[in-house]
């Protein structure tokens, strides 16, 4: 009895041959894709480290374009200057280290200053007093104690008279007023006000 099918028609004789060759291209075709999807992810992880470096690029330039100065630069100050303050120290007669100097006392040894000073404000106060003639022919008498401060610059000021009448008080003020100009009083090296005060005696004879 003849076959009814062709020899060559068999595909069951190669079929083992067959499924080799497939399964070879499979293993093929999916190293291929495995390969394949590696490269991507290589370019990928490139783009990205260029981004990054593009990044840091980015922040060193945005540190060169800081204004800080630089060290070795250099910065000019313009000089404030700075007025000294004039302090209004007064330090009284008795215990100053150094009392003003009357004109006439500047060769006197610093132990006979003050004395020289005494005799000559009271020598000043003789040779420049006049009796108010309105206080004489009312009979005022009296004593006017008279303050005032001898400043910095040795010239007397803020003169004050105290005493029973004021036509006594105005002249014992132009007495004062006129003083000469002295030698400031000085504390530590450094001129000071020193106040100081005077009995006037009016008396009638």
Same mark, same amino acid.
């Given at each position: 009895m003849l076959p009814k099918k062709n020899p060559k028609a068999d595909l069951s004789k190669n079929s083992t041959t067959y499924f080799l060759i497939g399964l070879v291209l499979i293993l093929f075709l999916t190293w291929r894709g495995i390969e394949l999807k590696t490269y991507e992810r290589d370019v990928e992880l490139d783009r990205l480290s260029v981004m990054n470096d593009e990044d840091e690029e980015e922040v060193e330039e945005?540190?060169?374009?800081?204004?800080?100065?630089?060290?070795?630069?250099?910065?000019?100050?313009?000089?404030?200057?700075v007025e000294e303050e004039v302090e209004d120290v007064e330090v009284p007669f008795a215990i100053i280290e150094n009392i003003p100097v009357f004109p006439g006392c500047e060769k006197v040894s610093k132990k006979r200053q003050r004395d020289c000073f005494q005799e000559k404000i009271n020598k000043h106060i003789r040779k420049n007093f006049r009796y108010p003639e309105i206080a004489q022919e009312m009979g005022i008498q009296g004593r006017v104690y008279v303050s005032f401060i001898i400043g910095v610059d040795g010239r007397v /000021?803020?003169?004050?008279? *105290? =005493?029973?009448?004021?036509?006594?008080?105005?002249?014992?003020?132009?007495i004062i007023e006129n003083l000469?100009?002295? /030698?400031?009083?000085?504390? *530590? =090296?450094?001129?000071?006000?020193?106040?100081?005060s005077i009995p006037i005696t009016f008396k009638l004879q």
């Open positions: 945005t540190v060169i374009e800081s204004t800080e100065t630089d060290q070795e630069e250099i910065i000019e100050i313009e000089e404030i200057e /000021i803020m003169v004050q008279p *105290r =005493g029973p009448d004021k036509n006594l008080e105005k002249e014992a003020r132009r000469p100009q002295m /030698i400031p009083g000085k504390q *530590r =090296g450094k001129a000071v006000r020193v106040p100081y």
